[in-house]
T-cell receptor, first 117, second 112 residues
């Protein structure tokens, strides 16, 4: 069964360092997303990406965040200068273009846990 | 009023019990509704969609009440493996876009 894969599964970094989280979405999917979940809190939308550009972003997704799809398979989230409050689980998800609007089905990766010290 | 609101629980029930969760939403124009399940420290996974007429999948029944703006999830004959957080997701219009709005989740612990 196709799946979304994410690397690394866990990253520990110092405050102020840059971090890149990587995702390989399901190959025939066209919409890509990043969500985060701070421990014990709700799943929070960060950004959606379609047709090689950001289609929507939340207030959380400020100038320190960026996304890229550099090679047609990977979908990356970069945090330029990490803060303590960026510590969270970051989930990548993908969906077929129309699926999410009609069935709500996002396929999530297992997440990358980011710990900022 | 929050866009999507759930009772966080936790709900502690014995095996075999019937348990129900509600989720309220604020946007009366919301169009689609879903329940996701999230196991501890794992990714969310779609459990079931919620249709206007209500729908059932084995021990799980989902219902929508548009007049009162809530959806419900009923779990019958609960199993230990049902222990998880159940997330309500609503698709609402936001200007020209449609977006998924997530509830905080309701935690269920099924005890032997």
């Amino acid at each position: 069964e196709p799946e979304v894969t994410q690397t690394p599964s866990h990253q520990v970094t110092q405050m102020g360092q840059e971090v890149i989280l990587r995702c390989v979405p399901i190959s025939n999917h066209l919409y890509f997303y990043w969500y985060r979940q701070i421990l014990g809190q709700k799943v929070e939308f960060l950004v959606s990406f379609y047709n090689n550009e950001i289609s929507e972003k939340s207030e959380i997704f400020d100038d320190q965040f960026s996304v890229e799809r550099p090679d047609g398979s990977n979908f990356t989230l970069k945090i330029r200068s990490t803060k303590l409050e960026d510590s969270a689980m970051y989930f990548c998800a993908s969906s077929e273009a129309l699926t999410v609007l009609n069935t709500g089905e996002l396929f999530f990766g297992e997440g990358s846990r980011l710990t900022v010290l | 009023r929050k866009e999507v609101e759930q009772d966080p629980g936790p709900f502690n029930v014995p095996e075999g019990a019937t348990v129900a969760f509600n989720c309220t939403y604020s946007n009366s124009a919301s169009q689609s509704f879903f329940w996701y399940r999230q196991d501890c420290r794992k990714e969310p996974k779609l459990l079931m969609s919620v249709y206007s007429s209500g729908n059932e999948d084995g021990r799980f029944t989902a219902q929508l009440n548009r007049a009162s703006q809530y959806i419900s999830l009923l779990i019958r004959d609960s199993k230990l493996s049902d222990s998880a957080t159940y997330l309500c997701v609503v698709i609402s219009n936001a200007g020209n876009n449609r977006k998924l709005i997530w509830g905080l989740g309701t935690s269920l612990a099924v005890n032997p």
